[in-house]
């Protein structure tokens, strides 16, 4: 079975422009969450969709948006880019639901953003 | 609020000795999940081990166990009989069962040595 796929797996944009990152999750699982990994340090949450709707936020700011579709799949849209934004973008599934605390995350091998 | 805590930069080991990656965390919330993450220098993050806080045995998942002490609010991952392919950086992280995302700890880069 495919694991969670993610693409492009390396972007390069420069400051002000767009970025949309994409994310497949593995078959049958429903959530997908999304992290910011800045070289050096633990990822940080930024999303989480289940059933296409928004379930968690992090402290992250209005530019970040995402949106999950019909099939599971999801997106990850920064808009205005800075560069600080330049890290490694993860994204992980999982089965979610209401008995989601136990079950772990599946991470796909990340999408490398760098802001020139 | 949530909060892990990895204390350890750097840790070394010998290539088949046991190492002790240390975690605590911190929570309100009484149900809760503790995990540990791989990530080797090619950036992806592997499940090793799940810890649940009403499970009252260590869990435990081939050369990985993790040492669960509630009270003292500590999920340290052992790993036995070390080898090279375990040089990687490892994450601790934690998921409260009201909330919908994972809270990771800032890692434990390890060493192996020949």
């Known amino acids: 079975d495919a694991g969670v796929t993610q693409s492009p797996t390396h972007l390069i944009k420069t400051r002000g422009q767009q970025v949309t990152l994409r994310c497949s999750p593995i078959?049958?699982?429903?959530?997908v969450s999304w992290y910011q990994q800045v070289l050096g340090q633990g990822p940080q949450f930024i999303f989480q969709?289940?059933?296409?709707?928004?379930?968690g936020r992090g402290n992250f700011p209005d530019r970040f948006s995402a949106r999950q579709f019909p099939n599971y799949s999801s997106e990850l849209n920064v808009n205005a880019l800075l560069l600080g934004d330049s890290a490694l973008y993860l994204c992980?599934?999982?089965?979610?639901?209401?008995?989601?605390?136990?079950?772990?995350?599946?991470f796909g091998d990340g999408t490398r953003l760098s802001i020139l | 609020a949530q909060k892990i805590t990895q204390t350890q930069p750097g840790m070394f080991v010998q290539e088949k000795e046991a190492v002790t990656l240390d975690c605590t965390y911190d929570t309100s919330d009484p149900s809760y999940g503790l995990f540990w993450y791989k990530q080797p220098s090619s950036g992806e993050m592997i499940f090793l081990i799940y810890?649940?806080?009403?499970?009252?045995q260590n869990a435990t998942e081939g050369r990985y166990s993790l040492n669960f002490q509630k009270a003292r609010k500590s999920a340290n991952l052992v790993i036995s009989a070390s080898q090279l392919g375990d040089s990687a950086m490892y994450f601790c992280?934690?998921?409260?069962?009201?909330?919908?995302?994972?809270?990771f700890g800032t890692g434990t880069r390890l060493k192996v040595l020949a």
């Open positions: 992280a934690m998921r409260e069962t009201g909330t919908y995302k994972y809270i």
């Open positions: 969709y289940y059933e296409k709707e928004e379930r």
């Open positions: 992980a599934s999982s089965l979610g639901g209401n008995r989601g605390g136990n079950q772990p995350q599946h």
């Open positions: 078959s049958g699982h429903k959530s």
């Open positions: 810890q649940g806080s009403y499970d009252q």
